[in-house]
């Protein structure tokens, strides 16, 4: 390699910039492989279009997108570094991108896992709580943090069917509450009183008395999943995407999806008709007389 060197970059980092030794070694890692790229041709005189086609081959190797776009962030701040000290020009990594990575479709509950995982029946006080947080999760598509931040009061509206939620970026919306979710909070309610501290504003209270934090929400919820034999980890937010999906399924109806999960974007919000296409999908394979496997 010429100099400025690989390594004296890498020392640099270390010593005036204190990277850590996780960074230096991605870094170390990622720049060895653009020097394997580069064979004999010397670092800082690589163009552009060199460093593009680099970033295809290493596509084509099947290099992840996550992957890639660590290497070429590692790239451009060794080149950012070079252009500094007047041995480039101007960085050849400026405009380069790596491909998009594969957006992860959200993980949902089929309508029996979500009908068994709620169907389960609940004794002792906090169990009646948690059942009725699962409902909820589940019929109004709540995230977590609005959940866990209900308080009595003006939040619900059992007789109405509606619960007043305070989403991202402080934005209210009025989501329905179906009659299972508002019946299993009629049953918490009559519970809540000899558990809550006197002052407790929160709907959902611990064994203390005070308001639930998430993380204990999120954990009581798996207990409850693996408890019920539902054979996967449940989170809040799989509820919220099982009610996402399940709503669009039944009646196609995207924008209305959008405004109950209190979606800026509707762009965020179609994530769930590649959901729907896969229920369709299914079903399509399940009954159509040519394509059913023999």
């Known amino acids: 390699m010429s100099e400025p060197s690989v390594d004296t970059f890498l020392a640099e980092l270390a010593h005036q910039r204190r990277a850590s030794p996780h960074t230096l070694a991605?870094?170390?890692?990622?720049?060895?492989?653009?020097?394997?790229l580069a064979g004999e041709r010397d670092l800082a005189g690589l163009a552009p279009q060199q460093l593009r086609r680099?970033?295809?081959?290493?596509?084509g190797q099947g290099l992840a997108a996550s992957s890639l776009a660590r290497t070429l962030s590692a790239w451009r701040a060794y080149?950012?570094?070079?252009?500094?000290?007047?041995?480039?020009p101007h960085?050849?990594?400026d405009g380069l991108r790596a491909p998009k990575r594969p957006k992860a479709l959200p993980k949902a509950l089929s309508i029996d896992q979500a009908q068994a995982l709620l169907d389960a029946p609940a004794e002792a006080s906090l169990e009646v709580r948690d059942k009725a947080m699962f409902e909820l999760f589940?019929?109004?598509?709540?995230?977590?943090?609005?959940l866990a931040g209900l308080d009595l009061g003006g939040n619900l509206d059992l007789t109405e069917g509606a619960v007043t939620v305070t989403g991202k970026r402080g934005k209210t919306r009025l989501v329905p509450l179906g009659a299972k979710a508002a019946r299993a909070i009629d049953d918490w309610l009559a519970r809540r009183a000899a558990i809550a501290a006197a002052d407790e504003r929160a709907l959902f209270v611990g064994q203390r008395g005070?308001?639930?934090?998430?993380?204990t929400i999120e954990r009581r919820l798996d207990d409850w999943a693996k408890k019920?034999?539902?054979?996967?980890?449940?989170?809040?937010?799989?509820?919220?995407?099982?009610?996402?999906?399940?709503?669009?399924?039944?009646?196609g109806d995207l924008r209305a999806v959008q405004e109950m999960l209190g979606h800026a974007d509707i762009g965020t919000t179609q994530i769930?008709?590649?959901?729907?296409?896969?229920?369709?999908?299914?079903v399509y394979d399940a009954a159509h007389p040519r394509a059913r496997k023999k």
């Open 228 to 251: 019920v034999g539902v054979g996967l980890h449940v989170h809040p937010h799989m509820l919220r995407h099982s009610f996402a999906s399940h709503v669009l399924q039944s009646s």
């Open 138 to 146: 589940y019929s109004s598509g709540l995230r977590l943090s609005e």
């Open 272 to 282: 769930y008709t590649h959901l729907d296409f896969q229920h369709l999908a299914k």
């Open 210 to 215: 005070n308001r639930l934090n998430p993380r």
């Open 91 to 93: 960085n050849p990594c």
């Open 54 to 59: 680099f970033v295809m081959q290493l596509h």
């Open 26 to 36: 991605a870094y170390g890692r990622d720049l060895a492989r653009l020097a394997d």
């Open 79 to 88: 080149y950012r570094w070079l252009a500094r000290r007047g041995a480039v």
